[in-house]
Nanobody, 122 residues
Framework: EHVVESGGGLVQPGGSLRLSCAAS????????VGWFRQAPGKEREGVSC????????YYADSVKGRFTISRDLAKKMVTLEMNGLMLEDTAVYYC????????????????WGQGTQVTVSS
């Protein structure tokens, strides 16, 4: 069982990226998915969650209106569509899974990916 993120890269301010989270050995409809990020010198923070119990989505204020989380059960994948990227979005982005309701506390997640680097720079 493991979680793998992909889709990171270098993008100019105002650009877009789509991050993907694939989980081997998991059935996504049984898990809440949280995207977290960690910028250099900063603590890891929650970005977006998709609650398994009701399908509701949640966003940090800093990304609301710019990021969209979605789930494709057929492809066994969760994506984070990121638009209007800003310099402060630069970070390593992690996809985490847990069996309970959504949470902004990373330590409540049971499975973590290795992360994918997103760099916003002109």
């Amino acid at each position: 069982e493991h979680v793998v993120e992909s889709g990171g890269g270098l993008v100019q301010p105002g650009g877009s990226l789509r991050l993907s989270c694939a989980a081997s050995g998991f059935t996504f409809d049984h898990y809440t998915v949280g995207w977290f990020r960690q910028a250099p010198g900063k603590e890891r923070e929650g970005v977006s969650c998709l609650d398994n119990s009701n399908g509701n989505t949640y966003y940090a204020d800093s990304v609301k209106g710019r990021f969209t989380i979605s789930r494709d059960l057929a492809k066994k994948m969760v994506t984070l569509e990121m638009n209007g990227l800003m310099l402060e979005d630069t970070a390593v982005y992690y996809c985490n899974l847990r069996g309970g309701r959504y949470s902004w506390d990373e330590y409540e997640y049971d499975y973590w990916g290795q992360g994918t680097q997103v760099t916003v720079s002109s």
